[in-house]
């Protein structure tokens, strides 16, 4: 079968882990799947020889194939298991389909930013409230799998201080905080990224009171990316859980919907709502909103919208210039055509620390809310991005889906702008091989 191997409060293994259960339970996965807890043995002894990285979550397939990134782990998937497919198609739906891998994008590469800012704000030292106690538990549960309760919660709280310098986060940030100051993350930035979280985690609630997932009542890849910040960070952490499930509630609703577990009342995929008929019998019916099925027609949701506008509006402009900084290091003396760039999202790459940290040739200015900072260059997004490229390639194939994805950009902007998304992608195209990411 397939195994995952995966921890539970990793950000990314949410969106594999929620997928997989969704196809295993709609029996459209072959042999099902396995989740394995990737302990620092399985990590280093398997993992990395295997895949070349040690990095989670991380897919051995039935044929011996091993896949670490989340999005391949789910193309390998549908493309072996094209039942109960999680993508519209791109010639019949083609605004559904580019909506699903804006939102996936979205969820991956920009919201990780406040959700990975809001887990290790509230477990600095003399914050209150504080999930520092909750957080040591989850990561001595990999670190120390086996152990003792109190040998377990230990091994954490050593975890944080050695790896994160957890006591001088502010003073001297390492680990996951000085990736933060890397993303941009400071306390000149910091409440604008809150603010973005919010005013996103708001127009999802919006939506979730009429439609139960992003393209109706079926779930697609844009709930399973979703589930990335949603479900470990903002969902199962204590103090930004308590927020989500104080003020979002039918977005908490959907998380348990869309994760497949304690979702009785959330109205699960698959699940059927009975009513009795005239001699007591029970009728069923899709409990979930819009006939259990994606809306007809290829429409977007007037509630979706205003999600799609936060892409453009928040993360195009750095997607963009991101594109133009990497366009110039590739084309300079600094990097040999071909050769590696840093790797995915979290931290610099160490390699690159002079180039993705300071003024350095991989960083640059942005501007969320008003604010400004600066941030490094993430090659990965630009590989995100020309996956979006292939997939605009096939919703435009004909002249119906040009019209309609024409339509759909218009909504925003500076959306027609992705149509001209191969001149931007040029001179800074990506190679991904596994783990790494070279210059193509």
């Not at 992003?214 to 479900?231: E, I, R, T």
């Not at 590739?330 to 993705?356: C, M, N, W, Y």
Request: with cysteine; hydrophobic share 40%; net charge negative.
């Amino acid at each position: 079968m397939y195994r995952l191997y995966s921890v539970e409060h990793s950000y990314f293994a949410g969106k594999a882990r929620a997928y997989l259960r969704f196809k295993h339970r709609m029996g459209a996965l072959g042999p099902g799947y396995e989740d394995v807890l990737a302990t620092p043995e399985l990590m280093m002894g398997l993992l990395t020889s295997r895949s070349g990285s040690g990095a989670i979550p991380q897919l051995e397939a039935p044929d011996g194939t091993w896949i670490q990134d989340t999005s391949q782990i789910i193309d390998f998937c549908e493309a072996a298991h094209p039942d109960s497919p999680v993508v519209p198609d791109p010639i019949s739906a083609p605004r559904q389909c580019l909506a699903a891998y804006l939102v996936e994008l979205l969820a991956d590469e920009w919201m990780v930013v406040p959700a990975f800012w809001q887990r290790w704000y509230f477990s600095e030292d003399g914050r209150v409230p504080s999930h520092r106690g909750f957080n040591e538990q989850q990561f001595g549960a990999m670190f120390a799998a086996g152990q003792s309760g109190d040998a377990r919660r230990a091994a954490g709280a050593w975890l944080f201080e050695e790896m994160f310098g957890i006591s001088q986060a502010r003073t001297n940030p390492k680990g996951v905080y000085a990736g933060l100051v890397q993303l941009g993350v400071t306390e000149k930035t910091e409440h604008a990224w809150q603010a973005s979280q919010h005013h996103l985690l708001g127009l999802l609630e919006a939506h979730f009171t009429q439609h139960d997932y992003a393209l109706g009542g079926w779930p697609s890849l844009a709930d399973f990316g979703l589930l990335g910040p949603l479900y470990a960070h903002l969902y199962r952490d204590a103090v930004s859980g308590f927020v989500l499930r104080t003020h979002f509630p039918l977005t908490s609703e959907w998380v348990e919907r869309s994760n497949g577990e304690g979702a009785l009342n959330a109205r699960m995929y698959g699940q059927k709502l009975y009513s009795l008929g005239e001699n007591g019998e029970l009728i069923g019916r899709p409990a979930t909103s819009d006939g259990g099925a994606w809306l007809e027609d290829d429409v977007i949701a007037d509630t979706l919208l205003p999600v799609l506008q936060v892409f453009f509006d928040e993360m195009w402009p750095v997607l963009v210039h991101s594109a133009e900084v990497l366009t110039q290091y590739i084309a300079s003396d600094a990097h040999v055509r071909g050769g590696e760039l840093p790797g995915k999202t979290f931290t610099a790459t160490p390699g690159f620390i002079d180039e993705q940290t300071g003024e350095g040739a991989l960083t640059h200015e942005f501007e969320l809310a008003g604010v400004r900072g600066r941030r490094m260059v993430v090659p990965y997004q630009i590989w995100m991005l020309q996956r979006i490229e292939s997939v605009l390639a096939a919703c435009t194939a004909g002249e119906a889906g040009r019209e309609a994805v024409a339509g759909l950009l218009s909504h925003f902007e500076r959306g027609p702008e992705l149509l001209e998304l191969g001149k931007l992608l040029a001179g800074c195209r990506v190679r991904k091989v596994r783990a790494l990411l070279f210059s193509a």
